[in-house]
């Protein structure tokens, strides 16, 4: 007959060892947790793929239109007008948070009847052609925000002022034909594809304050 007593002992010192090897497959998953195994036998047998960051870019077209507001000496020979605007901008990871721009933009403004009355004048126009570069600097890292994207943008253009007016017999002192350099710099927020900036245009006897629309359209991503 089979000794019950001596099989119970025996299961029981077979049973040991098993229980022990589960406890150093346990110890030793702990310290690959924790980080104490990196150094062991084990992690230098690990072989390590090396992943490469790829930088991600592309060209945008931005076009829009926005408000011209005259400041200063240029209020009294302009109202406020809408105007148009266009930007080629580069925008890539590397670089990130700049955006490098080239943009052009084109404004045209009546002048005031007083101003027409003081001067001999039935008719009075500027019109200013803007051509220049810009950069945007994103501030996703310091204002966090769930919709927009803020930003603070600043440009320095060449300014074609063409003034058209009706008679040469006048005491305006202003010629037909200038070119300037203006700079500028603003505040604006980026919502989808749609840009909204506020921006101070710097240009002596025509500087103004902008408020801006524009949309974004990708051209090419590489």
């Known amino acids: 007959m089979i000794n019950y007593r001596t099989f119970i002992i025996g299961i029981f010192l077979l049973s040991v060892p098993l229980t022990a090897q589960f406890k150093d497959v346990s110890f030793l998953g702990d310290h690959q947790k924790s980080g104490f195994g990196q150094n062991s036998v084990f992690a230098d047998s690990v072989k390590k793929k090396l992943v490469t960051k790829r930088s991600i870019s592309a060209i945008f077209l931005s076009v829009g239109g926005g408000i011209s507001v005259p400041l200063d000496s240029f209020r009294t020979s302009a109202r406020v007008t ?18 490098i721009g080239a943009q052009a933009d084109y404004f045209s403004y009546n002048a005031p009847d007083e101003f027409k009355t003081i001067h001999l004048l039935t008719g009075y126009k500027t019109k200013i052609l803007g051509l220049g570069l810009n950069i945007e600097y994103s501030l996703a890292k310091i204002l966090r925000s769930s919709f927009t994207m803020p930003f603070l943008t600043v440009d320095v253009k060449t300014n074609m002022i063409k003034r058209e007016y009706d008679s040469d017999d006048t005491t305006l002192a202003l010629p037909r034909s200038e070119s300037r350099i203006s700079v500028g710099a603003g505040f604006g927020m980026t919502l989808f594809i749609f840009d909204f900036v506020v921006k101070y245009n710097y240009m002596k006897n025509n500087s103004f304050i902008g408020v801006y629309t524009k949309t974004k359209f990708p051209v090419i991503r590489f």
């Open 82 to 99: 809408f105007g148009i605007l266009g930007r080629l901008e580069f925008s890539s990871t590397s670089i990130f948070p700049f955006v």
